[in-house]
């Protein structure tokens, strides 16, 4: 499998964790009707009055266990609005507590009735720890307010796009009054998190980096994108071409693997032990792959994290057909389906894996890497297809310069072998260690001598050029 697929294919959790669609927002109706009653709950004048209301949803709470779909729905409804009493009345532990049965915190886990309020949670969440962050005075409390904003902003983000949430101003409901509005999720979540993300190295890289293209809207994002894929890919280059220099080895002794393996049928443990020994032979090593590809886990991960915290900025960046690369490449009206940018992505993966195949030893190998070489790319495209379009152009350029890399490798060995003392083929070793007993290998058979007459025509064809400088 090729490295940078394989490396991809690790983050994988890390992309679905963090910019993966996860969440199903509520509709516009049911928004406006949980709006209504925090507005509500707002207008109680004593915090007596809400000590009762707190008393009569507990009531709902009887049913919190039962298996009726409806009295479960009820008692998620009733958490949530018991959850933002207690922020009314500043007991934001207590609202944490409640907030977090929504989350599963206490009803367990798959398709929770509280489920379809997460939307409003995560930012409820957010702006308690966003109002404590701002009256905290030890650093270590400030680290936890911190880490608890990020948190709910980041999964905040996970809805789809064009989902909706509920906003308060001011931040918590202990503020009196305040003002709830309806907010696109995805723009303001990541506005928040841009204010915590502005001091990070790679924040300020990727920043100094749009400077030097040009500090303008558009083309300096995009060619600051073009410009850490060169230099991602520079930083590992050589790392690279010892992959490369790996994974032709070990192509080149797959015929004499077959051998063995047909030799071998029923012997595995004398087929492992004849490879390992056709690997010395050749001084292959099946692993040699693997190395460099973990020194260039470090390096990719850090482009990653370093685009998440500046996904932001890319908001209103427009690119081709796309409106903003901090959105997902989709089909307009229609997100279940892939975009271009991402098709593309796909394409050069496919062929990028057709370009460095490795022969196969059997025909069950052959027929796995024909259905791995069509199901890796529909299935990385399918899983990417909710990541900003960013982080696409970004692997689109680093795929297109790691296979324009392969070719070259590959054309330049090819070029090599072709010529005369170049570098020869690994010699055939359908036996690497030689039995017991064997003597030297027998003298090279050489052909026979050129004939005299041969030799007479080229001293006399020496001897005619010499006249000829005489003469002049």
């Known amino acids: 499998m090729r490295p940078q697929l394989l490396l991809l294919l690790l ?4 992309l679905a964790g963090c910019f993966g669609a996860t969440g199903t927002a509520l509709p516009g109706e049911e928004l406006q009707a949980i709006r209504d009653r925090f507005e509500t709950i707002d207008r109680i004048p004593t915090d007596d009055q809400v000590r009762e209301r707190i008393a009569d949803l507990k009531q709902k709470l009887v049913h919190a266990d039962s298996k009726d779909p409806t009295l479960q729905a009820e008692a998620a409804e009733a958490h949530l609005f018991i959850a933002y009493c207690w922020e009314r009345l500043g007991a934001f532990t207590d609202a944490r507590t409640e907030y977090g049965y929504l989350l599963g915190g206490g009803m367990g886990c798959g398709a929770r009735p509280g489920s379809k309020y997460e939307s409003v949670v995560h930012f409820r969440l957010a702006q308690i720890a966003e109002h404590e962050l701002a009256d905290a005075t030890s650093p270590e409390r400030v680290k936890q307010f911190r880490k608890q904003a990020i948190g709910a902003l980041e999964r905040a983000t996970r809805f789809p796009m064009g989902a909706k949430g509920l906003l308060r101003d001011p931040g918590v409901g202990a503020l009196q009054p305040g003002v709830w509005q309806m907010v696109p999720i995805h723009y303001e979540a990541y506005s928040r998190l841009d204010a915590y993300y502005h001091d990070t190295l790679s924040y300020r890289i990727f920043a100094w980096l749009v400077q030097i293209c040009g500090g303008k809207k558009n083309y300096s994002y995009i060619l600051a994108i073009a410009l850490i ?8 280059t050589p790392l690279s071409a010892a992959q490369f220099r790996s994974m032709h080895a070990m192509q080149a002794v797959q015929p004499e693997i077959k051998k063995l393996q047909e030799k071998y049928k029923g012997d595995k443990q004398q087929l492992a032990k004849a ?5 010395k032979a050749h001084k292959v090593n099946p692993a040699a792959s693997c190395l460099p590809m973990l020194i260039q886990m470090p390096i990719l991960i850090w482009v990653y994290y370093g685009i998440r ?10 690119f081709l057909y796309i409106d903003s690369l901090a959105e997902p490449d989709v089909m307009p009206g229609a997100p279940a389906w892939p975009g271009p940018l991402l098709l593309l992505y796909g394409v050069s993966m496919y062929f990028s894996q057709k370009l460095i195949a490795s022969p196969a030893a059997t025909p069950e190998q052959q027929q796995q890497q024909k259905l791995m070489a069509i199901m890796m790319p529909v299935l990385l495209v399918v899983i990417l297809k909710t990541l900003p379009a960013a982080f696409i152009l970004y692997w689109l350029l680093q795929n297109i310069l790691m296979t324009g890399h392969q070719y070259l490798i590959m054309r330049g060995r090819r070029l090599a072998e072709a010529v005369p003392g170049g570098v020869p083929p690994p010699p055939p070793a359908t036996s690497p260690v030689p039995p017991p007993g064997s003597g030297p290998p027998p003298p090279r058979e050489t052909g026979p001598a ?6 007479d025509k080229l001293s006399q064809g020496t001897r005619r050029r010499k006249k000829k400088k005489k003469r002049r």
Request: zero cysteines.
């Open 309 to 318: 915290h500046f996904v932001f900025q890319f908001w209103g960046v427009q």
């Open 450 to 455: 050129p004939p005299r007459e041969a030799l």
């Open 11 to 14: 983050l994988l959790p890390f």
């Open 275 to 279: 490879q390992m020994e056709l690997f």
């Open 229 to 236: 894929a060169v230099l991602a890919k520079l930083i590992t």
